[in-house]
């Protein structure tokens, strides 16, 4: 089955000054500090020149590497999402658990229901946030989801009338929605929920 081999996007971050090496110490010091407010303050409440402070580097330093609150906080994410990476079976719904069962690992970081509901909550006055969210944090996932079912449907696992990207959002839904309601995220829930979305993609049978 193709399918990317990563589910980690990488920061795109803005590149070092020439002739000076990137500090990994100032760039794990930002990226920690940026977490902590979000989930402390909110989005909204954090600011660069906070971050600078708690980071203990100066603003220029953080401005060379983050072009903007929003750059900022897409890049933070990644470290709540980032984790070891899943070993995919060959099998659709086997890929399909494995993905699952790292989506609900990173929901259930310390802060990180905290720091997504603090995000949701500014969808709308900050449509730069979502742009960023959504082009280096949730995209990048949804399109090894998608890649998925689309070779599922070439080798005949999955029904050629599926509609990959909706059922990519049921499975990221049902995690989420129970994630937020504080409900059970345990194994069998997550079992469960890859059953029943694979019960309605796998073709029927003709008599």
Not at 23 to 42: F, K, N, P, V, Y
Not at 97 to 113: D, F, I, K, S, V
Not at 127 to 142: D, I, T, Y
Not at 190 to 199: F, G, P, Q, S, Y
Request: glycine share 10%.
């Amino acid at each position: 089955m193709d399918a990317p081999s990563t589910l980690i996007a990488e920061p795109a971050a803005r590149p070092p000054a020439l002739g000076r090496p990137r500090s990994q110490s100032a760039d794990e010091a930002i990226l920690r500090a940026a977490l902590d407010l979000l989930a402390h303050d909110g989005y909204q409440a954090m600011s660069m020149q906070s971050v600078a402070n708690v980071a203990g580097v100066g603003k220029p330093t953080l401005y060379r590497r983050f072009a903007s609150k929003a750059d900022l906080v897409a890049a933070a994410l990644i470290q709540i999402t980032a984790g070891p990476e899943p070993t995919l079976p060959a099998d659709t719904g086997g890929a399909l658990r494995a993905l699952l069962g790292a989506a609900a690992g990173a929901l259930a970081r310390p802060g990180a229901m905290v720091i997504f509901g603090s995000l949701i909550a500014e969808r709308q006055a900050d449509p730069a946030l979502v742009s960023a969210f959504n082009a280096r944090v949730f995209g990048p996932r949804r399109a090894v989801v998608i890649n998925i079912l689309e070779a599922g449907m070439t080798s005949g696992e999955v029904d050629a009338t599926t509609d990959p990207a909706l059922v990519s959002d049921l499975l990221f839904g049902a995690i989420l929605g129970r994630a937020i309601l504080g409900e059970d995220l345990g194994d069998d829930v997550l079992d469960r929920i890859v059953e029943t979305v694979m019960r309605g993609v796998t073709p029927r049978r003709t008599s």
